[in-house]
C-alpha cells in the first residue's frame, strides 16, 4: 500500500508484511509492505510488540537484504538469518540484520522475548555459527544442527547462540518462550548421539534422573528442548 516501507517487488521471492482491522464485522487492509532483496527472502516468524512494533525473522540468499542499525553489513554464506523491526505503521526499519556463518542457516521459528530481545531457531550446515561465550555446545557435531540464538533489543548484539545436536541430522521446527524467556524447542533428529540430559546414575549404576525417552528409535526422531 502507498507509503509503507517498500512498496515494489524486489525479485525471485520476497517476505510481505500485511495488518488488517477485524475488529466486529470490519475486514479491512491498514497496510502491507514488502520486504526482501533480490534473490530468495521468507519467513520463519513474526510478533507484535507492546507499541505495536513489527518483529519478523526468517532466512534470505540476497546479498541486497535491507540492513538498519545491522551486527553485519554483507551476507555470510548461502542463506543467512534475518532480523528485522519495522516500526508499528510499516514505514520504517527500526532495525535489520543478517545473522549466520559461512553455509547455510535456516530460521523455522521465531518468537519475542518478554525483555523486546528476539529468539530465533532453526537449522545450520554453517562450521562458524556465531556462537556466544559460554555456549552449550560451540561446533557443528553433523551435517545440520539445530541452533538457538536471542538478539538484543537494540538488534546489535547476539546476547546468546549455540548449537545443538548429534553426528547425523537435526533440525528444530517449532519454538515457545515462556515469560521468563525460556526458550521450548521442537524438531528432529537422526542422530543416535543427540544430547540427553538430564541424565544421572547411582551406586551400581542406578538411574537416579534420566529424560523421558533417551534411546534412538531409528529414522527421524522427535527431540524436544528446553
Avoid at 560451540?138 to 547462540?161: H, M, N, P, V
Wanted: net charge negative.
Amino acid at each position: 500500500t502507498p507509503g509503507t516501507y517498500d512498496v515494489d517487488y524486489n525479485d525471485a521471492r520476497d517476505v510481505f508484511i500485511s495488518k488488517f482491522d477485524v475488529t466486529g464485522s470490519k475486514r479491512e487492509l491498514i497496510f502491507s509492505t514488502f520486504l526482501g532483496g533480490g534473490a530468495i527472502d521468507y519467513p520463519a516468524g513474526l510478533s507484535v510488540g507492546e507499541s505495536g512494533s513489527i518483529y519478523v525473522a526468517g532466512s534470505t540468499n540476497s546479498a541486497d537484504f535491507p540492513l538498519y542499525q545491522s551486527i553485519g553489513t554483507s551476507i555470510n554464506g548461502g542463506y543467512d538469518i534475518f532480523v528485522t523491526k519495522l516500526t508499528s505503521d510499516g514505514k520504517s526499519l527500526v532495525y535489520s540484520t543478517y545473522v549466520g556463518g559461512n553455509k547455510d542457516d535456516i530460521a523455522t521459528a521465531a518468537k519475542l522475548a518478554t525483555d523486546k530481545g528476539v529468539f530465533v531457531t532453526g537449522y545450520t550446515t554453517s562450521t562458524n555459527f556465531p556462537v556466544t561465550g559460554g555456549a552449550y555446545q560451540s561446533k557443528l557435531k553433523g551435517r545440520e544442527d539445530i541452533f538457538i540464538l536471542k538478539l538484543s533489543s537494540s538488534g546489535k548484539t547476539i546476547e546468546q547462540a549455540t548449537y545443538i545436536g548429534g553426528s547425523d541430522d537435526d533440525r528444530a521446527y517449532a519454538m515457545a518462550v515462556s515469560v521468563a524467556n525460556t526458550a521450548f524447542i521442537v524438531g528432529a533428529t537422526k542422530s543416535g548421539d543427540f544430547p540427553m540430559v538430564p541424565y544421572r546414575t547411582g551406586t551400581g549404576g542406578r538411574i537416579l534422573d534420566s529424560p523421558y525417552d533417551r534411546t534412538y528409535n531409528g529414522g527421524w526422531d522427535v527431540a524436544v528442548i528446553k
